[in-house]
């Protein structure tokens, strides 16, 4: 038996991004039983990769399939503490560098939560250089066990602008989905991710547009769509919200 949580920090989601991650949810799904482990990437920091993992991974455990989202941004993990997460019992947390470092057991850093289908693996603790840790066999082998026991692995790690870490995690994904800071990032760099997933033999799934503000989401539709919606089709672009709050 895993370890049950709290997580007590769960805004409610005004109803266009609850949409727009619905449709994502809907598009992933129809990929085929093969894809069952997706990265959530993004080129630079701050671009909504996180946001998108944890409510991708909820609507999907909500839907009744059987998910995980691991935290596998090594080096500035702020699951735990964004969304208040502790165990039940109230003893201490383990995480992803626990099991891969440490030889800790799964069972001991897989979390259960109030979601029937949905369970977590976060990450306790921070670790200066997590490379050596993402290319060991022992990381590679646990995705291909937790894609045994769940449909969909979401695993929501660091920008690919800033260190390798995402290229290593997308070379033993099924695929990404790659978040984009509408109206922020240059296109130049998003290219540059495209190629660097490319490289790491990772598939494009799809693009967020996400924090989209009024007037700048056509400008980005229309590029992407006519630049990448051949071959890879899906955009999803998350609300308005944002751009009011800031
Ligand atoms: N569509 C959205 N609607 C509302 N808030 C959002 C949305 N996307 C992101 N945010 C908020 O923006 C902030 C940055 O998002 P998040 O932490 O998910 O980015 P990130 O890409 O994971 O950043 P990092 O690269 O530092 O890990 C957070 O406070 C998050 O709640
Ligand atoms: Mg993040």
Redesign the pocket.
Known sequence: MNTRCKILEQPELPYSVEEAINRLRINISFLGSDIRKIMIISSEPNEG??FIAMNLWRQMASAGEKSILIDA?LRKS?MIDNYKISREDGKELWGLSHYLSDNKKLVDCILSTDLENGDILPNANNIVNPSLLLESRRFSDLLNQLAEEYRYIFL?VPPLGLVSDGERIGNVCDGAVLVVRSGVTPKGIIRNSIAQLERAGCPLLGIVLNRVGAGENKYYGRYYSKYYGKHYGNKYYTDKYYSQKE
Request: proline share 0%.
């Open positions: 990769k996180s941004d702020v929501d």
